[in-house]
């Protein structure tokens, strides 16, 4: 089975400054996607960034990018020039691309941004 | 556009009482998924449904069942609640290809007292 593992359950960032999220995955399979989904104090699920395993570039939307090592099952959410609207929890998540899969979500990071 | 609808937002049980969540999603979506989330456990799965007629457990099923009804809904029921129980459950949906990004409801804080 498959199983996503967030190592830090806080994080916090100055207003402005950029800061990384870490994500690490065990899988065997070869062909699969990740996610970055953000849930604000709302509850409200948002999808952010994915990665498709079979591409090379990392994914960027904006002001967030991935770092993505496919060999080290690591999959790294970068933010820049942070926001107060990016405070929230964040949660990686995992996929296989074939065979209508189930979605495997890690415990989450909570993201506070200091004035 | 209503996406992924989840009744009822709050509910308050007393152990032993049953109840069951409803949710309804209208973007023609096969898969359906149920979570709970608690703090520091992240989004945990209770039950999966790839398609109508379909149902498979996920990582915490005991305790609940589930019904896939048609393709617009799926709902979970709790036939004995308990203090366990306690959560936030969220119903999800998406498209069958594995990149498909997954539409959430606004959730279900149900308390067991």
């Known amino acids: 089975a498959q199983t996503v593992t967030q190592s830090q359950p806080e994080m916090s960032v100055q207003e402005a400054e950029t800061v990384t999220l870490s994500c690490t995955y065990d899988?065997?399979?070869?062909?699969?996607?990740l996610f970055w989904y953000k849930q604000p104090p709302s509850r409200q699920m948002i999808l952010v960034i994915r990665?498709?395993?079979?591409?090379?570039q990392n994914a960027t939307e904006n002001r967030f990018s991935v770092n993505f090592q496919k060999a080290a099952k690591s999959f790294s959410l970068k933010i820049s020039d942070s926001q107060l609207g990016d405070a929230a929890m964040y949660f990686c998540?995992?996929?296989?691309?074939?065979?209508?899969?189930?979605?495997?979500f890690g415990t989450g990071t909570r993201l506070t941004i200091i004035p | 556009n209503a996406g992924v609808t989840q009744t009822p937002k709050f509910q308050v049980l007393k152990t032993g009482q049953s109840m069951t969540l409803q949710c309804a999603q209208d973007?023609?979506?096969?898969?359906m998924y149920w979570y709970r989330q608690d703090p520091g456990m992240g989004l945990r799965l209770i039950y999966y449904?790839?398609?109508?007629?379909?149902?498979d457990k996920g990582e915490v099923p005991n305790g609940y069942n589930v019904s896939r009804l048609n393709k617009r809904e799926f709902s979970l029921r709790l036939e004995s609640a308990a203090p366990s129980q306690t959560s936030v459950y969220f119903c999800?949906?998406?498209?069958?290809?594995?990149?498909?990004?997954?539409?959430f409801g606004q959730g279900t804080r149900l308390t067991v007292v």
């Open positions: 999800a949906s998406s498209e069958i290809l594995g990149g498909s990004e997954a539409f």
């Open positions: 899988t065997s399979e070869s062909d699969y996607y």
């Open positions: 990665q498709e395993a079979y591409k090379q």
């Open positions: 998540a995992y996929r296989n691309s074939f065979g209508n899969e189930k979605l495997t």
């Open positions: 973007m023609n979506h096969n898969s």
């Open positions: 449904s790839a398609s109508e007629g379909t149902t």
